[in-house]
Nanobody, 122 residues
Framework: VQLQASGGGLVQAGESLRLSCAAS????????MGWFRQTPGKEREFVAA???????YYADSVKGRFTISRDNAKNTVYLQMSSLKPEDTAVYYCAAKSSRWYYTDSKKYDYWGQGTKVTVSS
């Protein structure tokens, strides 16, 4: 699976942004999809995941502000981010995995996109 993330940019605190991740190469609906983020010097952090059946999971830090969704017809997963905070500043990565469970564990994901940078100014 090849993943291409897009939609990052510079926004002010309180604003919204939508990230997209387009997949190609395999049957998209066979994969659970996740979003992770990383800042310099820190480990990659789980943000949100959506299973192939549509169940969603969120990190506590983004619950109620971010929404993950997928469109299997377009082979795309989205991350709608609202009420953004400066601490949301990071490079955001989308990922896909064929195995079930362990949605928050980055090591369980088989494929990764190139990352898209989100900067939230105060």
């Amino acid at each position: 699976v090849q993943l291409q993330a897009s939609g990052g940019g510079l926004v002010q605190a309180g604003e919204s942004l939508r990230l997209s991740c387009a997949a190609s190469g395999r049957t998209f609906s066979d994969y659970d999809m996740g979003w992770f983020r990383q800042t310099p010097g820190k480990e990659r952090e789980f943000v949100a995941a959506i299973t192939r059946s549509g169940s969603t999971y969120y990190a506590d830090s983004v619950k109620g502000r971010f929404t993950i969704s997928r469109d299997n017809a377009k082979n795309t997963v989205y991350l709608q981010m609202s009420s953004l905070k400066p601490e949301d500043t990071a490079v955001y990565y989308c990922a896909a995995k064929s195995s079930r469970w362990y949605y928050t564990d980055s090591k369980k994901y088989d494929y990764w996109g190139q990352g898209t940078k989100v900067t939230v100014s105060s």
